[in-house]
């Protein structure tokens, strides 16, 4: 491209597009990284620089870019049909799809519910276990609230925002939001009642445990991110806090959300986390890694149970009345199928745990670093938490905006990374090579150094 058309795209991107989680007015000042096209697991700048994908394109990215068998997929569900609405007519892909899905979900669900983003899968569960509840008559019909994890993150819908645990957005949006039951967060580095993961008994499962069976008979569900806390800075549970937060919902008629929309699709070694811990929820939401980072879309899966609730004649208004325009768009999935295509051909969960490893031992060069407090770690998960002082687990000044001087330095050194305040995120994609993951640690080791000098 030459550079007038590089300048021209820039100065256009500042003057019409509005970017997402962006204070603007910083991002003016910036000189911005435009993604022109991408080679496995590289992104190509307009100004031809090449990055490392730390971050799987926002956690979406599976097998790297411009894969053959999604290519494929795609390509040959466009010379069919690119959409038709599934309100009141079926589409071959959103069939094939749904079969899949059910096949590799845990044993519990058995209906596949479409939408668009990792948001409208929460929102839908949520939406269903509400309803299933109001069609059960007395006394359940009083189960309208949902209990939830204290810094959860389930998106950025009225709905979903209301169930996360988000200081920052619960204050801005608070009049718009409905009211839940908290639940602390398992985070064992800044363990809420003050105990040491290697000498405790879980004292955050048992107060889980109380305060669901203290509000059982008001909760419609519990809300929960499986084994990993993603936007809340990579909160890796402790082992086993999952299964008794199930089994508390399940011993008191709590129906229990996973929202998988980030851990799904091997990202925490297995298909889905819940496996790890032998869960089989009520309902599961899917969306990121499900297009292989190709296009939107997201699924709700449901139970039996619940779908049944949802049965009856059209005058008894049991209908699911919820449904967006582009639900179970036909190239969307196809792109799903040729994901879970390519996870078969390439044997991507046997490779992911060699990953994992690969990604374990860059991590711990890091693990000695005079300012790294935490490392945090879930298959291709990682977070790495930089503080002020290791003994005080004292947090830098906000302002200093330490978290966004790493990934600077990082992108000048070839990666794309996305913190998360000071938590360095690593979410590579399953593609990655053994070197290209020590490449990608060896990057931010070098960048926080960078960035620790330039305060
Ligand atoms: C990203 C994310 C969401 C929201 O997904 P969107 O597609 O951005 O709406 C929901 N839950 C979790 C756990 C996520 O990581």
Redesign the pocket.
């Known amino acids: 491209m030459n550079s007038d058309d590089v300048r021209r795209l820039k100065d256009d991107d500042k003057r019409y597009v509005w970017h997402p989680f962006t204070q603007m007015k910083d991002w003016l000042d910036t000189d911005p990284v435009v993604v022109e096209r991408a080679e496995g697991v590289e992104l190509i700048d307009i100004d031809g620089n090449r990055y490392l994908d730390g971050v799987s394109s926002?956690?979406t990215n599976v097998h790297g870019h411009r894969v053959e068998e999604i290519d494929r997929a795609v390509g040959e569900q466009l010379g069919k049909v690119a959409h038709s609405t599934l309100l009141g007519l079926g589409s071959v892909p959103s069939i094939e799809l749904a079969r899949e899905l059910i096949a590799l979900a845990p044993a519990s669900l058995s209906k596949v519910f479409y939408s668009?983003?990792?948001?409208?899968?929460?929102e839908v569960a949520l939406k269903m276990a509400f309803q299933y509840w109001q069609q059960s008559g007395a006394p359940q019909n009083k189960k309208v609230r949902f209990a939830c994890v204290k810094d959860?993150?389930?998106?950025?819908?009225i709905g979903?925002v209301s169930v996360g645990g988000i200081d920052l957005f619960h204050s801005i949006y608070k009049p718009l939001l409905f009211e839940t039951v908290e639940i602390p967060s398992p985070f064992c580095y800044r363990c809420p009642f003050g105990l040491e993961r290697s000498a405790c008994a879980m004292e955050c499962a048992a107060r889980a445990e109380r305060t669901i069976a203290r509000h059982a008979d008001e909760l419609a569900a519990v809300v929960m991110?499986p084994l990993v806390?993603?936007?809340a800075g990579m909160i890796v549970h402790p082992e086993g806090y999952l299964a008794r937060v199930a089994a508390v919902c399940a011993s008191h008629d709590v129906l229990l959300i996973l929202?998988?929309?980030?851990?799904g699709f091997a990202r925490t070694g297995t298909m889905f986390a819940c496996e790890q811990e032998g869960v089989e929820p009520d309902f599961i939401?899917l969306?990121?890694g499900i297009t292989g980072g190709y296009l939107?879309l997201?699924a709700t899966l449901a139970s039996e149970r619940i779908y049944e609730g949802f049965l009856g004649t059209y005058e008894s208004f049991r209908t699911f009345f919820h449904g967006h325009t582009y639900t179970g768009n036909a190239l969307a999935c196809a792109a799903a199928l040729g994901n879970l295509e390519a996870f078969r051909s390439r044997d991507v969960l046997d490779r992911a745990a060699h990953l994992a490893g690969a990604l374990a031992a860059g991590l711990e060069k890091l693990a000695g670093h005079a300012h790294v407090g935490d490392v945090r770690q879930k298959g291709l998960m990682a977070g790495v938490e930089l503080v002020g002082d290791r003994t005080t687990k004292e947090r830098f000044d906000l302002s200093l905006r330490l978290g966004h001087r790493v990934i600077l330095e990082a992108r000048a050194r070839g990666a794309i990374l996305r913190p998360l305040g000071d938590v360095i995120v690593f979410m590579p994609p399953l593609a990655m090579s053994g070197d290209e993951i020590a490449r990608l640690t060896e990057i931010a080791a070098e960048s926080i150094d960078a960035a620790l000098e330039s305060l």
């Open positions: 926002l956690w668009d983003s990792g948001s409208t899968a929460v959860a993150y389930h998106g950025d819908t979903s991110e806390q993603g936007a929202d998988e929309v980030a851990t939401a969306a990121k939107p997201a």
